[in-house]
């Protein structure tokens, strides 16, 4: 099993910036790739961006240029850095690992920027 803790969510105003933080723990070793999801009211948890092991990265078109995704594999963590915030950013933001096939998921953090 692995346990995800995010951190980092909060509220911000539009053109604002915040860093989403995910800790992994317990059965760690050979964690694939790590991301970062999303889902707003009303909508499907879509893909915002994840990063492979060998450090390959793949983003939604919507963040292209604005969040950048960072993996540190001796701290078992993966940051997400956001700027330039919009409204249409809200959501709870959700980490995500696969480990061997497995998904795991964090509880999530919601971020929230108003216009």
Not at 35 to 46: D, I, M, S, V
Not at 58 to 71: E, L, Q
Request: charge should be positive; aromatic fraction near 8%.
């Amino acid at each position: 099993q692995v346990q995800l803790v995010e951190s980092g969510g909060g509220l911000v105003q539009a053109g604002g910036s915040l860093r989403l933080s995910c800790a992994a723990s317990g059965s760690i070793l050979s964690i694939n790739t790590m991301g970062w999801y999303r889902q707003a009211p009303g909508k499907q948890r879509e893909l915002v961006a994840r990063i492979s092991g060998g450090g390959s990265t793949n983003y939604a078109d919507s963040v292209k240029g604005r969040f950048t995704i960072s993996r540190d594999i001796a701290k078992n963590t993966v940051s997400l850095q956001m700027i330039s915030l919009k409204p249409e950013d809200t959501a709870v933001y959700f980490c995500k690992v696969d480990r061997y096939g497995h998904e795991y998921w964090g509880q999530g953090t919601q971020v929230t920027v108003s216009s």
